[in-house]
């Protein structure tokens, strides 16, 4: 069965950095590309970043460029969010996804991690 | 950027109603459309990919279709399961983007 699960959440103040981790089973992971989207507390959701499943190509919302990284270790199954110089407006529910190749749809989540930025 | 559209916001339904859900792109994206459903406190789920293909798993009771700029979500009779939030996306030129979200009330 094809599982995420992601780790790394938790409360930052504004400016500071935290970095999200995301460990994949059940599937070729260097296959596929991933994903981060977030969820603002009672909003809609928002796609935030993804990587190719070799790593070698990221794209970002233009809310993130400059400040969030993504990256991936296939040799570990996990996919990475390194988030720098955080803002109130940052603070959500972080899931990671899996998208199909088919469709660019995203075929499976994570259960998401919190990311609260508050003094 | 193309922005995506969703009506109504909010939905009161009866379980057994037949349910439709609008998504309108503000360009043409031929098919590539996607639907989710999200519980309180889950993740979203894939429901429907390219406009109207039925991911593996989800109940036949669901349907989407539509091409270019308009778009529907169809709940063929809905149960009380089906109470949710639900959300139509969009893929173009490495950018996703989801519409504002339709919930599904009990009425």
């Known amino acids: 069965e094809m599982h995420l699960l992601e780790s790394g959440g938790g409360l930052v103040q504004p400016g500071g950095s935290l970095g999200l981790s995301c460990a994949a089973s059940?599937?070729?992971?260097?296959?596929?590309?991933m994903s981060w989207v977030r969820q603002a507390p009672g909003k809609g959701l928002e796609w935030v970043s993804t990587?190719?499943?070799?790593?070698?190509?990221?794209y970002s919302a233009d809310s993130v460029k400059g400040r969030f990284a993504i990256s991936r270790d296939n040799s570990k199954n996990t996919l990475y969010l390194q988030m720098n110089s955080l803002r109130a407006e940052d603070t959500a529910v972080y899931y990671c996804?899996?998208?199909?190749?088919?469709?660019?749809?995203?075929?499976?989540w994570g259960q998401g991690t919190m990311v609260t930025v508050s003094s | 950027d193309i922005q995506m559209t969703q009506s109504p916001s909010t939905l009161s339904a009866s379980v057994g109603n037949r349910v439709t859900i609008t998504c309108r792109a503000s360009?043409?994206?031929?098919?590539?459309l996607a639907w989710y459903q999200q519980k309180p406190g889950k993740a979203p789920k894939l429901l429907i990919y390219?406009?109207?293909s039925l991911e593996s798993g989800v109940p036949s009771r669901f349907s989407g279709s539509g091409s270019g700029t308009e778009f529907t979500l169809t709940i063929s009779s809905l149960q009380p399961d089906d109470f949710a939030t639900y959300y139509c996306?969009?893929?173009?030129?490495?950018?996703?983007?989801f519409g504002q979200g339709t919930k599904v009330e009990i009425k």
């Open positions: 996804a899996k998208e199909d190749d088919q469709s660019d749809a995203f075929d499976i």
């Open positions: 059940g599937f070729t992971f260097s296959s596929f590309a």
């Open positions: 990587i190719s499943g070799s790593g070698g190509n990221t």
């Open positions: 360009q043409s994206i031929s098919n590539w």
């Open positions: 390219k406009a109207s």
């Open positions: 996306q969009h893929y173009n030129s490495y950018s996703w983007t």
